[in-house]
């Protein structure tokens, strides 16, 4: 499907960058996802004025959700400790903690 642009109605999550859909299945009363480098969009269309009517319930746990990320991304294993794939084509969706990434959890955390 291209192309695919996705936009967010929360804050926070950047789920309009990746590859991943995560979603609830109330048959079984449990939440999963998948992965593919098919579902990662090719554009990304952030409105902060989309946020300013959600409810108060929402928008705290969108920012817990970015808290969780934040220190998920942070205490991740290094990219370096993980082995190298033969191909970029091959390296998983996410390669664990790297320089840019440190930066932007720590800022996360601190905000």
Not at 73 to 100: D, F, M, V
Request: aromatic share 6%; proline share 8%; net charge neutral.
């Amino acid at each position: 499907l291209k192309p695919l642009i996705a936009i967010p109605t929360t804050a926070g999550t950047g789920s309009e960058t990746t590859g991943v859909a995560i979603f609830d299945d109330s048959g079984t009363k449990s939440k999963t996802g998948i992965a593919s480098r098919l579902l990662k969009p090719t554009m990304g269309i952030v409105d902060s004025n989309l946020t300013a009517t959600l409810p108060k319930q929402v928008t705290l746990y969108s920012g817990l959700d970015v808290l969780c990320h934040a220190l998920e991304s942070y205490t991740a294993l290094s990219y370096t400790e993980r082995p190298k794939p033969s191909s970029p084509e091959l390296r998983p969706a996410y390669q664990g903690s790297n320089p840019i990434s440190d930066i932007w959890s720590l800022f996360a955390l601190k905000t």
